[in-house]
């Protein structure tokens, strides 16, 4: 694997795929694994719609 010089890591939200072109995306964290999510989602995922 090549190595990449600059991490070009794009936060897409993981519920509906948005990217932070689109909207305003944050840093999460589930499971201890990083998510993005977008202003748009987290409020359900707070109030755990699902
Ligand atoms: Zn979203």
Known sequence: M???TSKNEKKICCVCNA??????????EEKGKEV??????LPMLIHGAH
Not at 19 to 28: C, F, H
């Open 2 to 4: 090549a190595e990449s």
């Open 19 to 28: 990217t932070s072109d689109e909207k305003v995306i944050l840093q999460a």
């Open 36 to 41: 993005g999510v977008c202003v748009h989602c």
